[in-house]
């Protein structure tokens, strides 16, 4: 038996990928800019040394790292190169974000002698397990949590946050664009409100980079987190925009890199591909996410004339209060895990909802929140487009959709 014996030449070449909110194909641009850091050979063949090492080789791999925070600090609209913190992951990223920044908030608080009664954090009830798990794990140290329920269309809105805010709240986090539903928050409106109350504001912003414009300091935001794979740079690297002076203690502890925020060797390949995928996001701008909308919007209204499809929120055509790149329904009466392994075997790769958790049998918490019911929350179908989604693509995969009638039996 060889190494690795499932390739992806065990995907055959008519197969159509459209699942790119779980993950997107590797960019060309990112393995160009990796491959100087995955072999010795080339033009510098010590690129692949330690970038904390002192000598000449480290050196090189010190001055590519840094490069690529330059890059990526420019797409994301930070307005310092150390405000991005490279991590393994937006999951880390989340981590760091929701326990470093409440923890050191609080203890900011304590030496000015302003400690809070109980020390309180707010995050929406339709986050990824990134943001809610740790958030549970400050609970279980005694912060109070508050979880933001949404309006059925997926929203939250500064007035509920307004009533959640109190003088003892340290933290607020709220995604920008929800990885199932593909909604967009007023993160700007939402940033100013905490910050009136005197709290700080994460958003987790992996869906929104690459789809629609990102700028942080416009945002007004305190942090944001960041993974390279879904805009199609490598897996396994990710990062933390930090605005300056944003307090946070660090989760992970060793040799202090990352301005001492995330100890360990820092992945100087994944760095490279992520800038570069970055840049390209960037450069393609609104021109792809206009031609994504219309894509998204052409299959909407294509999969309203099939009986067994629900659109599971309003979106209208050409609107910006919903992602361009995802669209989501509920099958009537068949459960997701039957219709994603249906269609596979038709040729199309969907999901029926975020990838994190897609081997669990329990309806999506987003959906759950969001007052839909359990039995209908179970047939969730989600589709999201990217740079390789042809019209032809979603014409076919309608015409696959359209025999989910006979899947019942």
Same mark, same amino acid.
């Given at each position: 038996?060889?190494?690795? +014996?499932?390739?992806?030449?065990? #995907?055959?070449?008519?197969?159509?990928?459209?699942?790119?909110?779980?993950?997107?194909?590797?960019?060309?641009?990112?393995?160009?800019?990796?491959?100087?850091?995955?072999?010795?050979? !080339?033009?510098?063949?010590?690129?692949?040394?330690?970038?904390?090492?002192?000598?000449?080789? !480290?050196? @090189?791999?010190?001055? %590519?790292?840094?490069?690529?925070?330059?890059?990526?600090?420019?797409?994301?609209?930070?307005?310092?190169?150390?405000? #991005?913190?490279?991590?393994?992951?937006?999951?880390?990223?989340?981590?760091?974000?929701?326990?470093?920044?409440?923890?050191? +908030?609080? =203890?900011?608080?304590?030496?000015?002698?302003?400690?809070?009664?109980?020390?309180?954090?707010?995050?929406?009830?339709? =986050?990824?397990?990134?943001?809610?798990?740790?958030?549970?794990?400050? =609970?279980?140290?005694?912060?109070?949590?508050?979880?933001? %329920?949404?309006?059925?269309?997926?929203?939250?809105?500064?007035?509920?946050?307004?009533?959640?805010?109190?003088?003892?709240?340290?933290?607020?986090?709220?995604?920008? #664009?929800?990885?199932?539903?593909?909604?967009?928050?007023?993160?700007?409106?939402?940033? %100013?409100?905490?910050?009136? +109350?005197?709290?700080?504001?994460?958003?987790? +912003?992996?869906?929104?980079? !690459?789809?629609?414009?990102?700028?942080?300091?416009?945002?007004?935001?305190?942090?944001?987190?960041?993974?390279?794979?879904?805009?199609?740079?490598?897996?396994?690297?990710?990062?933390?925009? /930090?605005?300056?002076?944003?307090?946070?203690?660090?989760?992970?502890?060793?040799?202090?890199?990352?301005?001492?925020?995330?100890? !360990?060797?820092?992945?100087?390949?994944?760095?490279?591909?992520?800038?570069?995928?970055?840049?390209? @996001?960037?450069?393609?701008?609104?021109?792809?996410?206009?031609?994504?909308?219309?894509?998204?919007?052409? /299959?909407?209204?294509?999969?309203?004339?099939?009986?067994?499809?629900?659109?599971?929120?309003?979106?209208?055509? =050409?609107?910006r209060d919903f992602a361009p790149h995802i669209v989501h329904g509920l099958l009537r009466r068949i459960e997701s895990e039957t219709a994603v392994l249906r269609l596979d075997g038709l040729g199309f790769a969907v999901s029926g909802g975020s990838a994190c958790s897609s081997r669990?049998?329990?309806?999506?918490? #987003?959906?759950?929140?969001?007052?839909?019911?359990?039995?209908?929350?179970?047939?969730? /179908?989600?589709?999201?487009?990217?740079?390789?989604?042809?019209?032809?693509?979603?014409?076919?995969?309608v015409r696959a959709l359209a025999t989910a009638k006979d899947w019942r039996n």
């Amino acid at each position: 038996m060889t190494l690795f +014996a499932t390739s992806i030449n065990d #995907v055959s070449s008519d197969y159509t990928y459209l699942d790119y909110a779980a993950s997107a194909p590797l960019l060309p641009e990112a393995a160009a800019a990796m491959a100087p850091f995955l072999s010795c050979e !080339g033009d510098n063949p010590n690129a692949w040394a330690n970038p904390n090492s002192l000598h000449r080789s !480290g050196r @090189a791999a010190f001055a %590519a790292l840094e490069n690529a925070r330059h890059v990526l600090a420019e797409a994301i609209g930070a307005k310092r190169p150390q405000e #991005v913190i490279f991590c393994s992951g937006a999951t880390e990223a989340d981590n760091l974000a929701i326990e470093g920044i409440a923890r050191a +908030a609080l =203890e900011k608080r304590r030496l000015r002698g302003k400690v809070p009664r109980i020390p309180h954090i707010i995050v929406s009830a339709i =986050e990824h397990d990134a943001v809610l798990a740790p958030a549970k794990a400050l =609970e279980a140290q005694g912060f109070r949590v508050t979880r933001l %329920a949404p309006d059925s269309q997926g929203f939250i809105y500064a007035r509920k946050l307004e009533e959640a805010l109190d003088e003892d709240t340290v933290l607020v986090s709220v995604q920008m #664009v929800n990885s199932e539903i593909g909604s967009v928050q007023p993160v700007k409106e939402l940033a %100013a409100c905490a910050h009136e +109350a005197g709290a700080l504001f994460h958003t987790d +912003a992996t869906q929104a980079l !690459g789809k629609m414009p990102f700028l942080a300091e416009e945002l007004g935001i305190d942090a944001a987190s960041f993974s390279s794979h879904k805009i199609g740079g490598p897996k396994g690297v990710g990062a933390l925009y /930090l605005r300056a002076q944003t307090p946070c203690l660090p989760t992970l502890y060793g040799g202090g890199q990352e301005s001492g925020l995330r100890s !360990g060797t820092q992945n100087v390949a994944g760095a490279c591909g992520f800038a570069a995928a970055a840049q390209y @996001a960037q450069m393609a701008g609104e021109d792809e996410a206009n031609r994504l909308r219309h894509l998204r919007d052409y /299959l909407y209204a294509e999969l309203d004339g099939i009986d067994v499809w629900e659109p599971t929120v309003d979106v209208e055509p =050409e609107s910006r209060d919903f992602a361009p790149h995802i669209v989501h329904g509920l099958l009537r009466r068949i459960e997701s895990e039957t219709a994603v392994l249906r269609l596979d075997g038709l040729g199309f790769a969907v999901s029926g909802g975020s990838a994190c958790s897609s081997r669990s049998l329990e309806p999506s918490h #987003v959906l759950r929140a969001m007052g839909i019911p359990t039995n209908k929350a179970r047939g969730a /179908l989600r589709i999201s487009l990217g740079r390789l989604t042809t019209k032809d693509d979603l014409i076919r995969f309608v015409r696959a959709l359209a025999t989910a009638k006979d899947w019942r039996n």
